[in-house]
């Protein structure tokens, strides 16, 4: 038998099975409920320190690596750390991105404080900065202090962030008022900047898309992210992180054994073209674009872009507006160093450390990203 009969026969199996259980109970089968449970339980905790945590395991990461460990010291006092497992070391050799997630959990632990009434006062890598990577050292001490915050109106949009990975509407501009709130939301402890005009954007388009391009075609750093990809229901439920390629169609492309991790590693193969084609139009489609710069690029100022972060992709949510960072170009590994270097000069012509890009525009509503639950993240 050819390999293009198999492929047919288990694609019309596999069919015969939507037809027999009706293809939108088979749909409604394939979602990963369990993996989606700590979007919904936010809020569930014993004590203030719990209940923050719930809200701060939703932040947006590199990978979706979920790197956070937290050792609760009381109801109201805990350090965090770093899992050294979740670290990305090919693409993220020095720890940068996986620090600006951290970031981002600590100021949706600070948000979700604020909103019991607790302020969060958080101190940074109390046993010094690790470089060149994180290790097993403090990343920050948290001590929660009632009565010394007030709401944030940011903390109603955290069960719907998102980071937008489908095709923005090229046809419905950016409002520049939205576009200003989303940078102001940012706050002034970085260089917070927007690209909105025509030209500005159609280069980064281009420049993203060659980094996107030029990950892709880096074997290790392929990799890397093949490695962490969970396919279908069972694997996402199983470790909910990584990169979770779910839905009724992968899980056909999956058991009809078009979408594997082999054939998408090897750049000779439909799969291999498949995945960059399918990005074409994100990039693509790209509105304008959020651009997060620091001084210098110490950890603390890595940590405070990742608070910027969160902060604008939430104003960004309250507004409908759609946002996903594109980070390939500000990585620092070898193969990108060309584009990397390119990128500075484009973004931060006077200096600094881009620490996030993201690009901006009108979406579809998406699913949010698996998650461990937060008494996952304790340590015991």
Known sequence: ?????????????????????????????????????????????????????????????????????????????????CEPERRLPVTDPFDRQITIGLGCFLELLKIAAAEQGYGAEITPFP?????????????????????????????????????????????????????????????????????LDQAGVAKLRDLTWQGFEREMRTPAALQESIDLMRIGRAEIEANPDGIDLGGLKLELLSLAGILDREKMADPTTAAFAEGIKMYRPVIGTAMGFLV????????????????????ANLQATALGIGMQPLS?????????????????????????????????????????????????????
């Open 127 to 195: 046993g010094g900065q690790p470089e060149p990577r994180l290790d097993t050292r403090p990343v920050a001490h948290i001590k929660l202090i009632k009565g010394q915050a007030t709401s944030d109106p940011l903390f109603a949009h955290i069960p719907n962030r998102r980071s937008n990975k489908e095709p923005f509407d090229s046809a419905r501009p950016l409002p520049n008022a939205d576009v200003a709130r989303i940078k102001a939301a940012a706050g002034s402890a970085l260089r917070a900047g927007t690209i």
């Open 1 to 81: 038998m050819t390999p293009t009969r198999r492929k047919f026969l288990k694609i019309a199996g596999s069919t015969a099975v939507i037809l027999a259980a009706g293809a939108g109970t088979y749909a409604a089968t394939r979602t990963p409920e369990d993996a989606l449970t700590p979007w919904s339980e936010a809020g569930a905790g014993r004590s203030p320190i719990e209940i923050a945590l719930s809200y701060a395991i939703l932040a947006p990461n590199p990978h979706n690596r979920q790197p956070w460990l937290v050792d609760l010291k009381s109801g109201t006092e805990a350090v965090l750390t």
């Open 328 to 380: 390939q170009i500000l990585q620092e590994y070898e193969e990108i160093a060309d584009l990397y270097k390119t990128g500075h000069a484009l973004l931060a012509p006077g200096g600094g450390r881009v620490q996030m890009l993201a690009r901006l525009g009108y979406g579809q509503q998406v699913a949010p990203s698996p998650r461990w639950p937060a008494t996952t993240r304790i340590k015991a």
């Open 292 to 311: 997060l710069t620091t001084e210098g690029n110490s950890r603390t100022e890595q940590l405070t872009a990742g608070a910027a972060y969160v902060r």
